[in-house]
């Protein structure tokens, strides 16, 4: 009898070990599971920025990157595997001005900053060492550079005039009058071409970027305002102010070669975008909130992806053959913002939405480090009407954020968070993508 107690109890002990054995088992196996098949979170860290910064611009080669701050009329050199601010640098005169361009020449280790007040200024992009300013007057925003001739492309938007600079030396070689007001200028290194495209004429421009010489004038029955130049294919991609019209040019002759015509949208005053995926042959036409995927090499209309919130930056990663779409966030009736921005994480060869990330208040640049795997997000803390943003904080109630109702409730007014100009970063790590 005692014996079969004995038996009894060594029989159930062993059953409850092997149901705790089998639990545990499950319990790593989906562990492990949720691991590897669970996304991970792509967001390194947000990093504040100072007031109404702009467009980032990255040394691949050193992983710095420069974002300019218009307001506090300097430029921050960050490291970009952890958003470590290493140097603030000022730039124009008089203790500082209006940041309106960045280039970087990553070879030479160099970084070019134009600023308002007509002057452009060069640090080092290892250390942040100033070494060059040159005065060119007039007001500087746009900037293209030629890196195997050395040469600096500096466009006046006010006088129309450009100016060619010597990149190793800063010296100014030569001025060309173009006689209108250019919106957007690109290089084509492999061919020495310069493409300035002047939306008030509806022209576009070819210059030999050796000697500034105009070969081409090329006239359009549209608006240019996006340039793109896709060296491997030896095109240069047109799109009209609306988003309606792609047109493609001869990167060697600037002739004409044909029109993708999309159709317009409601673009809500946001400007085209143009981004390539030369692995998977995709050309992604942004307008609105619509991002329309055509064929790179035939220009035709493969897909429409309808996005929550108009468009203002894009991306493309090749390395994981995705697509970086930056949104703005949602919006009230009078055009300010009531949230945040995203990243809609695109496959540059089918269009279709992986994933979306939430990031900071009115994001509207985008740039990429594909050696270090980051890419930064730049939250402007701008309405689109370029306003300070309030966005309700992440701990008011939930009456506080509802669109319409918490801005009539008097006390939830009180729930805001003024941004004030200033900006931030978002990290994101593209291997978690």
Request: proline content about 6%.
């Given at each position: 009898?005692?014996q079969?107690?004995?038996?009894t109890?060594l029989?159930g002990?062993?059953?409850?070990?092997?149901?705790?054995?089998?639990?545990?088992?499950?319990?790593c196996?989906?562990?492990?599971?949720?691991?590897r098949?669970w996304?991970s979170?792509?967001?390194?860290?947000t990093?504040?920025?100072?007031?109404v910064?702009?467009?980032?611009?990255?040394d691949?080669?050193?992983g710095?990157?420069?974002?300019p701050?218009?307001?506090?009329?300097n430029v921050?050199?960050?490291?970009?595997?952890?958003?470590?601010?290493?140097?603030t640098?000022?730039?124009?005169?008089?203790?500082?001005?209006?940041?309106g361009?960045?280039?970087?020449?990553?070879p030479?280790?160099r970084?070019?900053?134009a600023?308002?007040?007509?002057?452009?200024?060069?640090f080092?992009?290892?250390?942040?060492?100033?070494?060059l300013?040159?005065?060119?007057?007039?007001?500087?925003?746009?900037?293209?550079?030629?890196?195997?001739?050395?040469?600096?492309?500096?466009?006046n938007?006010?006088?129309?005039?450009?100016?060619?600079?010597?990149s190793?030396?800063?010296?100014?070689l030569?001025?060309?009058?173009?006689?209108?007001?250019?919106?957007a200028?690109?290089?084509?290194?492999?061919?020495?071409?310069l493409?300035?495209?002047?939306?008030?004429?509806?022209?576009?421009?070819?210059?030999?970027?050796?000697?500034?010489?105009?070969?081409?004038?090329?006239?359009l029955?549209?608006?240019?305002?996006?340039l793109?130049?896709?060296?491997?294919?030896?095109?240069?991609?047109?799109?009209?102010?609306d988003?309606?019209?792609?047109?493609?040019l001869?990167?060697?002759?600037?002739?004409?070669?044909?029109?993708?015509?999309?159709?317009?949208?409601?673009?809500?005053?946001?400007?085209?975008?143009?981004a390539?995926?030369?692995?998977?042959?995709?050309?992604?036409?942004?307008?609105?909130?619509?991002?329309?995927?055509?064929?790179?090499?035939?220009?035709?209309?493969?897909?429409v992806?309808k996005?929550?919130?108009?468009?203002?930056?894009?991306?493309?990663?090749?390395?994981?053959?995705?697509?970086l779409?930056?949104?703005?966030?949602?919006?009230?009736g009078?055009?300010?913002?009531?949230?945040?921005?995203?990243?809609?994480?695109l496959d540059?060869?089918s269009?279709?939405?992986?994933?979306?990330l939430t990031v900071?208040?009115g994001?509207?640049?985008i740039?990429?480090?594909?050696?270090?795997?980051r890419?930064?997000?730049?939250n402007?803390?701008?309405?689109?009407?370029s306003?300070f943003?309030?966005?309700?904080l992440?701990d008011?109630?939930?009456i506080?954020?509802?669109?319409?109702?918490?801005?009539?409730?008097p006390?939830?007014?009180?729930a805001?968070?003024p941004?004030?100009?200033?900006g931030?970063?978002t990290?994101l790590?593209?291997?978690r993508?």
């Amino acid at each position: 009898m005692v014996q079969e107690q004995q038996s009894t109890i060594l029989h159930g002990n062993w059953a409850g070990w092997r149901f705790v054995a089998l639990v545990l088992v499950a319990c790593c196996l989906f562990g492990y599971l949720g691991l590897r098949l669970w996304p991970s979170d792509p967001i390194v860290a947000t990093v504040p920025l100072g007031a109404v910064p702009g467009k980032p611009s990255i040394d691949e080669l050193t992983g710095h990157a420069f974002i300019p701050n218009y307001l506090d009329t300097n430029v921050e050199m960050l490291a970009t595997s952890t958003g470590t601010l290493l140097r603030t640098l000022v730039v124009g005169s008089n203790g500082g001005a209006h940041p309106g361009a960045v280039r970087i020449d990553g070879p030479a280790h160099r970084v070019f900053v134009a600023s308002d007040d007509g002057r452009l200024s060069a640090f080092d992009t290892r250390s942040g060492t100033p070494f060059l300013v040159a005065t060119l007057g007039g007001s500087i925003q746009i900037m293209a550079l030629d890196q195997r001739r050395h040469r600096l492309f500096v466009a006046n938007p006010d006088t129309g005039a450009l100016s060619i600079v010597n990149s190793n030396t800063g010296a100014l070689l030569q001025v060309v009058s173009t006689g209108l007001s250019p919106q957007a200028l690109v290089v084509d290194e492999t061919t020495s071409r310069l493409f300035l495209a002047s939306p008030s004429d509806r022209s576009i421009r070819v210059l030999d970027a050796a000697t500034g010489a105009l070969l081409r004038v090329i006239r359009l029955n549209m608006q240019p305002q996006a340039l793109l130049v896709d060296e491997p294919l030896g095109l240069v991609f047109v799109a009209s102010a609306d988003g309606a019209t792609v047109t493609v040019l001869d990167a060697l002759s600037g002739k004409p070669l044909r029109a993708a015509h999309l159709g317009a949208l409601n673009t809500l005053g946001h400007l085209p975008l143009l981004a390539a995926a030369n692995a998977t042959g995709r050309l992604f036409v942004a307008s609105g909130s619509s991002v329309r995927l055509l064929d790179l090499r035939s220009g035709r209309l493969l897909r429409v992806v309808k996005l929550r919130s108009p468009v203002t930056a894009m991306a493309d990663y090749r390395q994981s053959h995705t697509c970086l779409v930056v949104t703005q966030g949602s919006t009230d009736g009078a055009g300010r913002l009531v949230g945040r921005g995203a990243v809609a994480v695109l496959d540059d060869g089918s269009g279709e939405v992986r994933r979306t990330l939430t990031v900071g208040v009115g994001p509207r640049f985008i740039a990429v480090d594909a050696p270090h795997r980051r890419a930064l997000v730049v939250n402007t803390g701008l309405n689109p009407d370029s306003s300070f943003a309030r966005i309700p904080l992440p701990d008011s109630t939930w009456i506080q954020r509802l669109p319409w109702i918490g801005s009539i409730i008097p006390w939830s007014n009180q729930a805001q968070m003024p941004s004030n100009g200033r900006g931030s970063v978002t990290l994101l790590d593209l291997s978690r993508l």
